[in-house]
């Protein structure tokens, strides 16, 4: 998404800062055994934050969303492109 780590911890709301962290905080739930107190902790919210987000990226997913679709698989395919 073009933005440096520090953007994505940081305290922005701002829409091109907290879409990438929502999908960062689903795909760190989606494939990882962390639990949602940890993702507080590493994302430094609260827990309605993380869950309205890791929900947030889960609906659009369930609704088809196509551009969504397209990040969430090419940001899979380039964490996992390794491991196959």
Same mark, same amino acid.
């Not at 922005?12 to 507080?40: G, N």
């Given at each position: =998404?073009?933005?440096?780590?520090?953007? @994505?911890?940081?305290? +922005? $709301?701002?829409?091109?800062?907290?879409?990438?962290?929502?999908? &960062?905080?689903?795909? &760190?739930?989606? #494939?990882?055994?962390? +639990? =949602?107190? !940890? %993702?507080? $902790?590493? =994302?430094?919210? !609260? #827990?309605?934050?993380?869950?309205?987000?890791?929900?947030?990226?889960? !609906?659009? %997913? &369930? /609704?088809?969303?196509?551009?969504?679709? @397209?990040?969430?698989? $090419?940001?899979? !395919?380039?964490? =996992?492109? /390794?491991?196959?």
């Amino acid at each position: =998404f073009g933005i440096a780590v520090e953007e @994505m911890m940081g305290k +922005s $709301r701002a829409k091109p800062i907290a879409h990438p962290r929502q999908i &960062a905080m689903y795909l &760190a739930r989606s #494939h990882t055994s962390l +639990s =949602f107190p !940890d %993702l507080e $902790r590493i =994302f430094e919210r !609260d #827990h309605t934050t993380v869950l309205y987000a890791v929900r947030k990226i889960e !609906d659009g %997913l &369930a /609704n088809k969303d196509s551009y969504l679709e @397209m990040d969430i698989k $090419r940001l899979e !395919d380039e964490l =996992f492109k /390794n491991s196959k």
